[in-house]
């Protein structure tokens, strides 16, 4: 049986297994577990957790649009975004030595998977999930990762 080594730049197809509140716990190839910082799933759900901190008491003017603004900061929950069971496409970022500590940020975790999910930490960014894609790869059949930046919906 022949084993493919995992390095970083790596796609992957994996499996959602556990949803933690700040990381993606899957299963990848090979039996290997991995895990998805809350700061790789997109570049838009990482402005927004960093913009959360810089918010400032509203003012008289900005209370007439709290309800809009209010709409555009919330940050969603990772299991409001994934399901267990749910596939992915991803790319392999960083590989750890084994016996590292506490190298994903996940945080301390008793659950096996979790713990042995450490050592490989990947990245849904659809911008790098779908790097090196040329125009001449987009046929019929042909599945892409994105992120919806806004919506339009009319009743």
Do not use: C, W
Request: avoid cysteine.
């Amino acid at each position: 049986m022949h084993f493919q080594r995992i390095v970083p730049g790596m796609k992957v197809l994996a499996q959602v297994a556990s949803i933690q509140p700040l990381a993606l716990i899957v299963s990848l190839p090979n039996q290997l577990m991995g895990h998805v910082p809350i700061t790789q799933v997109t570049s838009q759900l990482t402005s927004r957790l960093e913009s959360m901190h810089e918010q400032d008491e509203p003012s008289d003017i900005e209370s007439v649009d709290d309800e809009e603004s209010d709409s555009q900061t919330e940050v969603p929950d990772l299991f409001q975004l994934f399901h267990v069971g749910q596939y992915v496409r991803a790319v392999v970022t960083n590989v750890h030595a084994p016996g590292a500590t506490n190298v994903s940020g996940i945080g301390k975790s008793r659950d096996d998977a979790a713990k042995a999910s450490r050592r490989i930490e990947l990245s849904l960014v659809p911008k790098t999930v779908n790097s090196g894609v040329l125009k001449a790869d987009l046929k019929p059949g042909f599945v892409s990762d994105v992120f919806v930046l806004s919506s339009f919906y009319r009743s």
